[in-house]
Antibody
Framework: QVQLVQSGAEVKKPGASVKVSCKAS????????MHWVRQAPGQGLEWMGW????????NYAQKFQGRVTMTRDTSISTAYMELSRLRSDDTAVYYC???????????????WGQGTLVTVSS | QSVLTQPPSVSGAPGQRVTISCTGS?????????VHWYQQLPGTAPKLLIY???NRPSGVPDRFSGSKSGTSASLAITGLQAEDEADYYC??????????FGTGTKVTVL
Protein backbone atom coordinates (compact mmCIF):
# COMPACT_ATOMS: atom_id res chain seq x y z
CA GLN A 1 0.00 0.00 0.00
CA VAL A 2 1.13 3.56 -0.66
CA GLN A 3 2.74 5.23 2.33
CA LEU A 4 4.40 8.59 2.82
CA VAL A 5 6.24 8.77 6.13
CA GLN A 6 7.64 12.12 7.22
CA SER A 7 10.35 13.05 9.68
CA GLY A 8 9.60 14.17 13.21
CA ALA A 9 8.72 17.52 14.72
CA GLU A 10 11.31 20.30 14.73
CA VAL A 11 11.86 23.41 16.82
CA LYS A 12 13.94 26.12 15.20
CA LYS A 13 15.02 29.66 16.00
CA PRO A 14 14.17 32.58 13.72
CA GLY A 15 16.65 32.83 10.88
CA ALA A 16 17.52 29.14 10.92
CA SER A 17 16.68 26.49 8.29
CA VAL A 18 14.68 23.29 8.52
CA LYS A 19 14.76 20.21 6.30
CA VAL A 20 11.78 17.84 6.31
CA SER A 21 11.92 14.40 4.73
CA CYS A 22 9.18 12.28 3.17
CA LYS A 23 9.92 8.60 2.57
CA ALA A 24 7.70 6.94 -0.03
CA SER A 25 6.85 3.26 -0.27
CA UNK A 26 4.35 1.03 -2.03
CA UNK A 27 4.73 2.59 -5.50
CA UNK A 28 7.33 3.69 -8.06
CA UNK A 29 8.78 6.83 -6.49
CA UNK A 30 9.92 8.34 -9.78
CA UNK A 31 6.52 7.98 -11.39
CA UNK A 32 4.67 10.61 -9.38
CA UNK A 33 5.36 14.27 -8.63
CA MET A 34 5.66 15.12 -4.94
CA HIS A 35 4.10 18.34 -3.68
CA TRP A 36 4.53 20.11 -0.35
CA VAL A 37 1.64 21.81 1.44
CA ARG A 38 1.67 23.56 4.79
CA GLN A 39 -0.98 24.42 7.37
CA ALA A 40 -0.45 27.06 10.05
CA PRO A 41 -2.18 26.42 13.40
CA GLY A 42 -5.94 26.77 13.01
CA GLN A 43 -5.53 27.90 9.39
CA GLY A 44 -6.11 26.48 5.91
CA LEU A 45 -3.89 24.65 3.47
CA GLU A 46 -1.18 26.44 1.48
CA TRP A 47 0.64 24.95 -1.52
CA MET A 48 4.42 25.42 -1.52
CA GLY A 49 5.67 23.68 -4.66
CA TRP A 50 6.51 20.38 -6.30
CA UNK A 51 9.42 18.22 -7.33
CA UNK A 52 9.57 15.74 -10.16
CA UNK A 53 11.41 12.81 -8.54
CA UNK A 54 12.40 11.46 -11.95
CA UNK A 55 14.22 14.54 -13.26
CA UNK A 56 14.70 16.55 -10.08
CA UNK A 57 12.90 19.47 -11.69
CA UNK A 58 11.05 21.78 -9.33
CA ASN A 59 8.39 24.48 -9.33
CA TYR A 60 7.88 26.70 -6.30
CA ALA A 61 5.02 28.99 -5.32
CA GLN A 62 6.06 32.59 -5.80
CA LYS A 63 5.62 33.28 -2.08
CA PHE A 64 8.44 30.83 -1.23
CA GLN A 65 10.81 31.53 -4.12
CA GLY A 66 14.33 32.05 -2.78
CA ARG A 67 13.59 30.41 0.57
CA VAL A 68 12.50 26.89 -0.31
CA THR A 69 14.48 24.07 -1.88
CA MET A 70 12.98 20.70 -2.81
CA THR A 71 15.26 17.77 -3.50
CA ARG A 72 15.05 14.01 -3.68
CA ASP A 73 17.15 10.89 -3.27
CA THR A 74 15.82 8.23 -5.60
CA SER A 75 18.04 5.53 -4.05
CA ILE A 76 15.96 5.68 -0.87
CA SER A 77 12.67 6.96 -2.36
CA THR A 78 12.76 10.08 -0.25
CA ALA A 79 11.80 13.67 -0.98
CA TYR A 80 13.03 16.64 1.01
CA MET A 81 11.79 20.17 1.60
CA GLU A 82 14.17 22.73 3.07
CA LEU A 83 12.92 26.14 4.17
CA SER A 84 15.46 28.79 5.10
CA ARG A 85 15.43 32.13 6.92
CA LEU A 86 12.63 30.90 9.13
CA ARG A 87 10.21 33.37 10.70
CA SER A 88 7.63 32.89 13.43
CA ASP A 89 4.86 32.79 10.83
CA ASP A 90 6.47 29.72 9.27
CA THR A 91 5.24 27.76 12.28
CA ALA A 92 3.01 25.13 10.67
CA VAL A 93 2.46 21.49 9.90
CA TYR A 94 4.21 20.63 6.66
CA TYR A 95 2.80 17.83 4.49
CA CYS A 96 4.15 16.00 1.49
CA UNK A 97 1.47 14.89 -0.95
CA UNK A 98 1.67 12.66 -4.02
CA UNK A 99 0.16 13.73 -7.31
CA UNK A 100 -0.81 11.13 -9.94
CA UNK A 101 0.54 11.74 -13.46
CA UNK A 102 -1.64 14.40 -15.07
CA UNK A 103 -1.66 17.77 -16.78
CA UNK A 104 -1.62 20.88 -14.62
CA UNK A 105 -5.33 21.49 -15.19
CA UNK A 106 -6.28 18.24 -13.49
CA UNK A 107 -3.64 17.73 -10.77
CA UNK A 108 -4.81 16.54 -7.37
CA UNK A 109 -3.17 14.91 -4.34
CA UNK A 110 -4.12 11.31 -3.71
CA UNK A 111 -1.87 10.38 -0.78
CA TRP A 112 -0.53 12.56 2.00
CA GLY A 113 2.17 12.18 4.60
CA GLN A 114 1.24 12.35 8.28
CA GLY A 115 2.63 15.88 8.59
CA THR A 116 5.63 17.39 10.36
CA LEU A 117 5.17 20.19 12.88
CA VAL A 118 7.80 22.90 12.55
CA THR A 119 7.81 25.43 15.37
CA VAL A 120 9.79 28.64 14.95
CA SER A 121 10.42 30.35 18.25
CA SER A 122 13.19 32.28 19.95
CA GLN B 1 -5.54 35.12 1.21
CA SER B 2 -7.01 32.15 -0.64
CA VAL B 3 -8.60 32.84 -4.01
CA LEU B 4 -11.18 30.09 -3.51
CA THR B 5 -13.91 31.08 -1.07
CA GLN B 6 -15.87 28.60 1.05
CA PRO B 7 -18.40 29.19 3.84
CA PRO B 8 -16.66 28.96 7.23
CA SER B 9 -19.17 26.47 8.56
CA VAL B 10 -22.20 24.38 7.70
CA SER B 11 -24.24 22.12 9.93
CA GLY B 12 -26.97 19.56 9.72
CA ALA B 13 -28.74 16.84 11.64
CA PRO B 14 -27.88 13.19 11.07
CA GLY B 15 -29.44 11.98 7.84
CA GLN B 16 -29.76 15.44 6.34
CA ARG B 17 -28.11 16.80 3.20
CA VAL B 18 -25.57 19.61 3.35
CA THR B 19 -23.70 21.39 0.58
CA ILE B 20 -20.43 23.31 0.59
CA SER B 21 -19.72 25.89 -2.08
CA CYS B 22 -16.31 26.82 -3.50
CA THR B 23 -16.30 30.12 -5.38
CA GLY B 24 -13.41 31.09 -7.62
CA SER B 25 -12.81 33.28 -10.65
CA UNK B 26 -11.86 33.32 -14.32
CA UNK B 27 -8.22 32.59 -13.48
CA UNK B 28 -8.93 29.30 -11.74
CA UNK B 29 -12.23 27.37 -11.74
CA UNK B 30 -13.68 29.53 -14.51
CA UNK B 31 -10.63 28.88 -16.68
CA UNK B 32 -11.58 25.21 -16.86
CA UNK B 33 -9.27 23.82 -14.18
CA UNK B 34 -10.61 20.85 -12.27
CA VAL B 35 -11.83 21.11 -8.69
CA HIS B 36 -10.95 18.50 -6.07
CA TRP B 37 -12.14 18.08 -2.49
CA TYR B 38 -10.40 16.91 0.68
CA GLN B 39 -11.68 15.91 4.10
CA GLN B 40 -9.55 16.65 7.14
CA LEU B 41 -10.52 14.99 10.39
CA PRO B 42 -9.23 16.67 13.57
CA GLY B 43 -5.51 16.19 14.03
CA THR B 44 -5.00 14.23 10.82
CA ALA B 45 -3.74 14.82 7.30
CA PRO B 46 -6.18 15.74 4.53
CA LYS B 47 -7.74 12.85 2.63
CA LEU B 48 -8.81 12.96 -1.02
CA LEU B 49 -12.62 12.89 -1.23
CA ILE B 50 -13.49 13.96 -4.79
CA TYR B 51 -11.19 14.41 -7.79
CA UNK B 52 -11.82 15.77 -11.26
CA UNK B 53 -14.91 17.72 -10.13
CA UNK B 54 -17.12 14.71 -9.50
CA ASN B 55 -15.14 11.46 -9.21
CA ARG B 56 -14.86 9.46 -6.00
CA PRO B 57 -11.70 7.50 -5.18
CA SER B 58 -12.16 3.88 -4.23
CA GLY B 59 -13.47 3.60 -0.68
CA VAL B 60 -15.21 6.97 -0.51
CA PRO B 61 -18.93 6.48 0.19
CA ASP B 62 -21.35 7.57 -2.52
CA ARG B 63 -22.93 9.92 0.04
CA PHE B 64 -20.28 12.36 -1.14
CA SER B 65 -20.71 14.00 -4.54
CA GLY B 66 -19.16 16.92 -6.38
CA SER B 67 -20.16 19.25 -9.17
CA LYS B 68 -18.76 22.26 -10.99
CA SER B 69 -20.38 25.06 -12.95
CA GLY B 70 -18.87 28.28 -14.23
CA THR B 71 -16.58 29.78 -11.60
CA SER B 72 -17.90 27.65 -8.72
CA ALA B 73 -18.02 24.10 -7.46
CA SER B 74 -19.99 22.29 -4.78
CA LEU B 75 -19.59 19.32 -2.50
CA ALA B 76 -22.76 17.61 -1.29
CA ILE B 77 -23.02 15.20 1.62
CA THR B 78 -26.27 13.26 1.77
CA GLY B 79 -27.34 11.13 4.72
CA LEU B 80 -25.05 13.08 7.05
CA GLN B 81 -23.32 10.94 9.67
CA ALA B 82 -21.47 11.79 12.87
CA GLU B 83 -18.21 10.60 11.31
CA ASP B 84 -18.54 13.29 8.62
CA GLU B 85 -17.76 16.00 11.16
CA ALA B 86 -14.52 17.46 9.78
CA ASP B 87 -12.98 20.30 7.80
CA TYR B 88 -13.45 20.24 4.03
CA TYR B 89 -11.25 21.99 1.46
CA CYS B 90 -11.63 22.51 -2.27
CA UNK B 91 -8.51 22.71 -4.47
CA UNK B 92 -7.84 23.86 -8.01
CA UNK B 93 -5.20 25.56 -10.11
CA UNK B 94 -4.81 29.29 -10.63
CA UNK B 95 -3.00 30.63 -13.69
CA UNK B 96 -1.17 33.23 -11.57
CA UNK B 97 -0.68 31.50 -8.23
CA UNK B 98 -0.31 27.81 -9.01
CA UNK B 99 -2.20 25.26 -6.97
CA UNK B 100 -4.71 26.82 -4.61
CA PHE B 101 -6.95 25.64 -1.82
CA GLY B 102 -10.25 26.97 -0.57
CA THR B 103 -10.61 28.74 2.76
CA GLY B 104 -12.04 25.60 4.32
CA THR B 105 -15.44 24.69 5.77
CA LYS B 106 -16.12 23.07 9.12
CA VAL B 107 -19.01 20.62 9.00
CA THR B 108 -20.84 20.09 12.28
CA VAL B 109 -23.29 17.25 12.82
CA LEU B 110 -25.98 18.46 15.23
Amino acid sequence: QVQLVQSGAEVKKPGASVKVSCKASGYTFTGYYMHWVRQAPGQGLEWMGWINPNSGGTNYAQKFQGRVTMTRDTSISTAYMELSRLRSDDTAVYYCARAPPSIVATTYFDYWGQGTLVTVSS
Amino acid sequence: QSVLTQPPSVSGAPGQRVTISCTGSSSNIGAGYDVHWYQQLPGTAPKLLIYGNSNRPSGVPDRFSGSKSGTSASLAITGLQAEDEADYYCQSYDSSLGYVFGTGTKVTVL
